[in-house]
């Protein structure tokens, strides 16, 4: 193995570690004791509204909703009655209950997820609520356990940013969706580079950071997968959000790396997005075709 690949494999190993954590409830991701890895030093209900999720939402599924994302993209989806979707780093389940509501007991709604802990945390809510056509499987976003062309539309909320290879990821997308098939996407990307501190620091990888990519290189893998016709929703300054929201919680980020809060402002992103699968092209026969 290469001294690239183990390193990924050991952020791979560290996120998990600290995700199962974070759904043992032992744990936040910035190193606090709440579990808001992605909106640190605030309350999950506080997170979760300011994201985009109604009061109702979050009343409704508030043991599946651990305040880990960085936007509200099921909204944005369009989901249909009967339609099959699948969620990338499902957590506990929130997003995949939300859009189990949406596609109704005709539909089927798919979470993947590489931490146990999650997965079991998430199977549990499923139960609990009563959502019997939502399913969780254990896997990485680089190889995903679904069969090609099974799905009509893909939803993630702040976790390809955490993925080492995020190409690979975009392909598998590109894989499992069916032709024309769409997806909604909440991320964080950079625009410019952070300081090296804080992209050796685990913490800021886990809580969402330093494992970004800049945005030109991440929507360009976007497109070289297959999935196009790419539209911004939202795009905030995250970090800048956090630093005037929750001061002293990014403080404890700021001094460990010796980083200054105006280093960050702007640079880190919090962008939802639509996107979908290019249709194939027909081969052509005809003598237009080479007029």
Known sequence: MSANASSAEQRVKEVREKYGSIAEGKTGGCGGPSPSPCGCGASTEAISAALGYSSA???????????LGCGAPV???ELQPGERVLDLGSGAGVDVFLAAKRVGREGRVIGVDMT????EKARANAARLGFSQVEFREGRLEQLPVVDASIDAVTSNCVINLVPDKAAAFREIARVLKPGGRLVISDILLDGALPPAIEQDVY?????????MQRSEYFAALEAAGLGSVDVLKDVDYLGA?????????????ERTGVAAEDLRGKVRSVTF??????????????????
């Open 57 to 67: 939402e979050v009343e409704s599924l508030a043991d599946a909703n651990l305040g």
């Open 75 to 77: 909204d944005s989806l």
């Open 116 to 119: 146990p802990q999650m997965l």
């Open 204 to 212: 800021a990888y886990v809580g969402c950071i330093s494992g970004a």
């Open 242 to 254: 956090m630093i005037d929201a929750a001061p002293e919680a990014v403080g404890e980020l700021l």
């Open 274 to 291: 639509r996107a979908s699968k290019r249709e194939a092209t027909r081969g052509c026969c005809g003598p237009s075709c080479c007029a």
